[in-house]
C-alpha cells in the first residue's frame, strides 16, 4: 500500500514537473521573440538623428500643428524629432526641458525661446556643447542660435493693427488682451500694433491685459476689461486663443456692439468669422515653421549654410476667404 502510495506521487510529481517544465520553455520562447522584435524596432532608430522641438504648451493647437509639420519632415529627411513641452504654458518648466535635451546631448535643439534674458544663456549653453539650437516662434536674436524660424512678430503686430484701422470707423477705444507679458513674440506683437493705431487719430487702446495664452482667462481678463470701459468698442487678441476668449466674455455680458480681431487658425476662430462674430484674424504658418525648422537642421548637420532668419508667411482671413481656409 505504502509502496503504491509513493508510486502515485512519484508520477503526479512528475507530471507536475513535465507542466512546469513545459511553461516555463514556452514563457521563454516568448520572451526570446519579444525581445528580437525590440531590438529590431529600435535599431533603425537608434541611428537616425535625434532633434527635440520643445513648444509653450504640450496640446495647445497651435503647436500641435508645429508639431505636424515637423514629424512630415522628420519622416522625409530620415530624422527622429520628439515633441515635448509643458502641459500648461509655465517658463520655468520649458527651461527645464530645454535643459535636460542639453544634458541627453541630442543632434538637434529646435526652441521657442520665451524670454530672451532667461533662454539666452541656455541656448548658448547648449551651442559650446556643440548642439546646434534653431528658435521657432519666438527667437533669441542675441544669443548663438543657429537661425530662428518663424513669424516677423512685429510686423504681424503691424498687420493687425492696419486690419483694424481699416475696418472700422469713426472714432474707438480698443481692448487689447495679449498671451503674456513676458514672451517676446506677444511684446513684438503689440509694440507693432501699438505703432500703427498711433497713426490714426480717432483710435486709441485704452487697456491691455494677458490671457496667460489660456481661452478661459482670455474671457475673464476681456470681462473685466469691457466692465471697466464700457465704451472699448474693438477688442484684438495677439495669441491663438484670445479672440474667442474675448467672444465668451462678449457672450457672458451678453454684447454684440464690439468688433473682434484675433490671432491664428484654430477652429473656433474660424467659425466665429464665418458667423459675422468675429471680423478678421492674422494667420500664421505653424506647420510651416516646423517643417522649415527640421529641414534647416538637416542641412546645417549636412554641411550646408542656413540663413539667420527665416520668415515664415502672415495672411489676413476675414468672411471673404474663410471658406477656402477652413478646407486647406
Ligand atoms: C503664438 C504662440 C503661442 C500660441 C498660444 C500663437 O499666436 O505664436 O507663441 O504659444 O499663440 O496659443
Known amino acids: 500500500m505504502t509502496n503504491k502510495r509513493w508510486t502515485i506521487s512519484l508520477i503526479l510529481l512528475f507530471f507536475l514537473f513535465l507542466y512546469v517544465l513545459f511553461h516555463f520553455v514556452i514563457a521563454t520562447q516568448k520572451i526570446e521573440r519579444t525581445v528580437e522584435q525590440l531590438q529590431q524596432t529600435a535599431q533603425p532608430t537608434k541611428s537616425l538623428p535625434h532633434f527635440v522641438l520643445i513648444s509653450q504648451e504640450f496640446d495647445n493647437p497651435y503647436w500641435r500643428k508645429v508639431e505636424q509639420g515637423a514629424k512630415e519632415a522628420a519622416k522625409q529627411y530620415d530624422v527622429n524629432v520628439e515633441y515635448i513641452g509643458p502641459l500648461r504654458t509655465n517658463m520655468d518648466e520649458q527651461m527645464k526641458l530645454l535643459e535636460k535635451a542639453i544634458a541627453s546631448r541630442v543632434d538637434g535643439i529646435i526652441v521657442q525661446s520665451l524670454n530672451d534674458a532667461r533662454f539666452t ?49 469713426g472714432n474707438n477705444k480698443i481692448g487689447v488682451i495679449i498671451g503674456s507679458d513676458t514672451s517676446a513674440n506677444q511684446q513684438l506683437r503689440l509694440q507693432g500694433f501699438q505703432s500703427i493705431i498711433a497713426q490714426h487719430p480717432g483710435l486709441s487702446i485704452v487697456a491691455v491685459s ?8 482670455a474671457s475673464i481678463q476681456a470681462e473685466k476689461m469691457l466692465r471697466m470701459y464700457p465704451d472699448i468698442s474693438v477688442m484684438v487678441g495677439t ?16 454684447r454684440g456692439d464690439v468688433q473682434i480681431f484675433g490671432f491664428d487658425d484654430v477652429e473656433e476662430t474660424l467659425e466665429a468669422i464665418k458667423q459675422g462674430k468675429i471680423v478678421a484674424t492674422v494667420i500664421q504658418k505653424p506647420y510651416d515653421m516646423g517643417f522649415s525648422a527640421v529641414k534647416l537642421m538637416v542641412e546645417h548637420l549636412a554641411g550646408k549654410p542656413i540663413a539667420n532668419e527665416y520668415f515664415t508667411a502672415t495672411e489676413i482671413v476675414d468672411a471673404t476667404n474663410v471658406e477656402q481656409e477652413g478646407t486647406r
Not at 210 to 217: K, W
Not at 241 to 254: E, Q, V
Request: no cysteine; aromatic share 2%.
Open 121 to 169: 544663456p541656455l541656448i548658448d549653453k547648449a551651442i559650446a556643447r556643440n548642439i546646434p539650437v534653431i528658435t521657432i516662434d519666438t527667437d533669441a536674436p542675441k544669443s548663438r542660435r543657429l537661425a530662428y524660424v518663424g513669424t516677423n512678430n512685429f510686423e504681424a503686430g503691424q498687420l493687425l493693427g492696419k486690419t483694424v484701422a481699416s475696418r472700422v470707423s
Open 210 to 217: 494677458a490671457s496667460n495664452i489660456s481661452r478661459i482667462q
Open 239 to 254: 495669441s491663438a486663443l484670445d479672440a474667442i476668449g474675448i467672444l465668451m466674455a462678449m457672450k457672458n455680458l451678453d
